[in-house]
């Protein structure tokens, strides 16, 4: 006869036996694992808008490396072009995120019309390319309601395809902009640095296409890393810094105007 | 290739590449809702705790409302999910530093709460029924349907006894003692999974679980008042003109009717003071303090939104009625406007 007493025996035995199995003890001793591996790099991000032209190469090369749909109005990586007039006036635009290139003056006012710019009117124009900053305290992790989207030892945030519910709170925490809900696998998606690239020694797509090395990346604990010795000894900044969201992708020569 | 927001997002001067409004229709539903939920509930404790014996009808009444509501509460955050089969996951793997992640917990918990409350009150009229039903000797199909039904809403306990009944009022009290800073916790809570996301200026006030609270309060109060009128004139009109003995007159009905919308637009004023002024303390302080926010929420709120804002919001939707309900001598029609007029600006 099943007693009480019985019962709940049966039960913890149930429990202790079953927190045996593999995929239990993955889940609960994972981070114990990962950490046993040694030091992990930090990566980090140095973009120089004084070398980008705005040729759009490493928006296209990301959309082809990471499978998002190239026509679709939503990317990993892209690059703003900010227009300074003599008026004082700002403007900005990233036409299907720069993919093809600024081949015209005219800057896109997203209502569908344009809005041309003589020459003589600029007092400056440059332009800056966007990626996910992967942030050392990431708000898009901190709001994940079920835990799909995670920091990574070496301080990636990745997004889990398998467990994502779609609840799109990380997009709307995300002070940049860079989450977006996949058109065809319907989860958030962003850029992870090419996360299957670096852990095998490659560069990003973005890194790999962008002709004047204006996109580098580097391990933020090797103090030899160029990309390191760059930020630790140059003038370098970050977007967005009173968000307190530290984040790791540095900036050589940002501009107050860049949103 | 269609994106998700893309339909209904309209772009206007320079915005990043991947921002669309992800949370539409849906996600506004659901504050709504628990706001009626809590607001209902507070209603009906106004009574079982403090005692106020003018809204003896309406606390009884009030809480169905609630409660029905809430079990429609989670259904528009499902269809929102675009994973929706994955909903569950919620409770699999809570990742607690999120403010969703609770959901759950506090959901479940204010649902059991209200439910045994429902049942303490109405628990006499379960037995009562089931009792008569059972009696009866031939009973025609729905009458047995009705009798399995409510002995089993009575979960076997027959005693009606003065004795009994003493203990189902006091469960009662206890349970809407506690049931209220649940309430206000399942809907501050709502206010604050939004007024956390510090990536949306517009949200991002530390007033926002109070101000949801306020807000949700009146919206309760006033759709608990709609609906109770409603209940009521239907009760009134499928009664025979001729008085019929043993049960009340028109003109009785009507007599408490009014006295109960009275009272409780009296309470619908005072919350509704309470939340007006807490969005406008919020409007003034961030127009007074102008951090770097504000240069782009002032464009919003005072150009391309002004006439959702100032025109439906606060003149429709909070003076008319706020005005409606202060005048003396309330009648059912201005307050039924005044409601109305309420739940319009909560939705716009």
């Known amino acids: ?25 993955t889940v609960a001793f994972r981070k114990r694992a990962m950490g046993e591996e040694g030091q992990a790099p930090r990566w980090a991000f140095l973009v120089d808008t004084y070398k980008c032209v705005g040729c759009g190469f490493c928006v296209k090369a990301c959309k082809l490396e990471n ?12 690059v703003e072009r900010y227009i300074l007039t003599k008026s004082g006036e700002v403007l900005a635009d990233t036409p299907k995120g720069g993919r093809d290139g600024f081949i015209t003056p005219k800057v896109q006012q997203n209502t569908g019309h344009y809005r041309e710019v003589k020459p003589e009117e600029i007092a400056k124009a440059f332009f ?12 898009c ?20 395809r398998q467990w994502c519910i779609g609840c799109g709170y990380c997009i709307m925490a995300c002070p940049y902009g860079v989450r977006f809900f996949h058109p065809v696998y319907k989860v958030a998606d962003k850029c992870n640095f090419c996360y299957h690239r670096i852990h095998q020694g490659l560069k990003p797509a973005c890194v790999e296409a962008c002709p004047f090395e204006a996109r580098l990346i580097g391990d933020l604990n090797n103090p030899d890393a160029p990309v390191t010795r760059f930020i630790n000894t140059q003038r370098v900044g970050v977007l967005k810094e009173d968000y307190g969201t530290k984040p790791q992708v540095y900036y050589a020569g940002l501009s107050k105007e860049v949103r | 290739m269609e994106v998700h927001g893309e339909a209904w997002t309209l772009k206007e001067l320079f915005v990043y590449p991947n921002e669309y409004v992800y949370w539409s229709v849906q996600i506004v539903m659901y504050p709504f809702m628990t706001g009626v ?12 705790v403090f005692g106020i014996k003018q809204l003896r009808g309406m606390a009884r009444f009030s809480l169905v409302p609630s409660f029905a509501l809430l079990l429609a509460v989670p259904l528009p955050l499902l269809f929102h999910l675009l994973q929706p089969r994955r909903a569950f996951n919620v409770f699999l793997t809570p990742h607690f530093t999120s403010a969703i992640a609770a959901f759950g917990v506090v959901f479940s918990a204010y649902t059991a709460i209200v439910a045994s409350e429902l049942w303490f009150l109405y628990r006499k009229h379960f037995v009562t029924v089931a009792t008569a039903l059972r009696e009866k000797r031939d009973r025609s199909l729905r009458e047995t349907l009705l009798l399995l039904l409510y002995s089993a809403l009575t979960l076997g306990a027959y005693d009606i006894s003065e004795n009994a009944l003493r203990k ?12 209220i800073p649940v309430a206000c916790f399942l809907h501050g809570y709502a206010g604050f999974i939004f007024g956390s996301v510090k990536a949306n200026a517009l949200w991002m006030t530390p007033l926002m679980p109070v101000i949801f609270i306020m807000s949700a309060v009146v919206s309760g109060i006033a759709l608990c008042m709609l609906t109770y009128i409603v209940v009521m004139e239907v009760r009134r009109m499928r009664l025979s003109a001729v008085p019929v003995p043993h049960q009340p007159t028109r003109e009785e009905i009507k007599g408490v009717e009014l006295s109960e919308i009275t009272t409780t637009a009296k309470y619908l004023v005072l919350f509704m003071i309470f939340a007006i002024s807490l969005e406008l303390l919020d409007l003034i302080f961030r127009e007074y303090t102008a951090l770097k926010s504000w240069d782009v929420l002032r464009r919003i709120i005072y150009g391309r939104d002004f006439t959702n804002i100032f025109i439906l919001q606060y003149l429709i939707g909070n003076l008319v009625p706020f005005v409606m309900l202060l005048l003396p001598n309330l009648t059912i029609r201005r307050a039924v406007v005044s409601a109305c007029c309420w739940c319009f600006s909560v939705c716009s």
Not at chain 1, 1 to 12: D, E, H, S
Not at chain 1, 67 to 78: C, H, I, K, S
Not at chain 1, 144 to 156: F, H, K, R
Not at chain 2, 37 to 48: I, Q, R
């Open chain 1, 1 to 25: 006869m099943i007693t009480r007493r019985n019962f709940v025996r049966g039960l913890l035995r149930f429990a202790f036996g079953i927190s045996w199995h593999p995929s239990v003890a």
């Open chain 1, 141 to 160: 992790v901190q709001v994940c309601p079920v835990g799909a989207t995670y920091q990574t030892e070496d301080g990636v945030v990745l997004v889990d």
């Open chain 1, 67 to 78: 499978d998002v749909p190239y026509d679709a109005n939503v990317t990993r990586t892209w």
């Open chain 2, 168 to 179: 189902d009022e006091n469960a009662t009290r206890v349970l809407a003692g506690i049931g």
């Open chain 1, 128 to 139: 800056v390319p966007k990626l996910c900053n992967q942030c050392e305290n990431p708000p």
């Open chain 2, 37 to 48: 939920v809590a607001g209902a509930f507070v209603l009906s404790s106004l009574y079982h």
